[in-house]
């Protein structure tokens, strides 16, 4: 579950598709988020939206290595 909430995320962002994500992109979001999902959203699995809601609603409460992560991947795609 939890190695698709990059591709979730930053796809529902409208600045980037999941294309576009780097692996080394995926993988350091799924490292750096895994433990704010799993805290956060248990047991909501991707591919309905109840992620993507659930990371939104909980923004402010995700780490600061979490929120810098996907904060510095959708920095990259956008230059």
Do not use: H, W
């Given at each position: ?27 350091a979001l799924r490292d750096n988020c895994k433990d704010d999902i ?14 993507m809601a659930c990371i939104k609603t909980n923004k402010e409460k ?18």
């Amino acid at each position: 579950m939890l190695k698709y909430f990059a591709v979730a995320f930053l796809a529902s962002t409208s600045v980037v598709s999941a294309q576009q994500l780097s692996m080394s992109d995926k993988l350091a979001l799924r490292d750096n988020c895994k433990d704010d999902i799993q805290k956060l959203c248990p047991g909501i699995k991707p591919g309905d939206g109840g992620l993507m809601a659930c990371i939104k609603t909980n923004k402010e409460k995700l780490s600061p290595t979490c929120s810098s992560t996907i904060k510095d991947v959708l920095a990259k795609r956008e230059n």
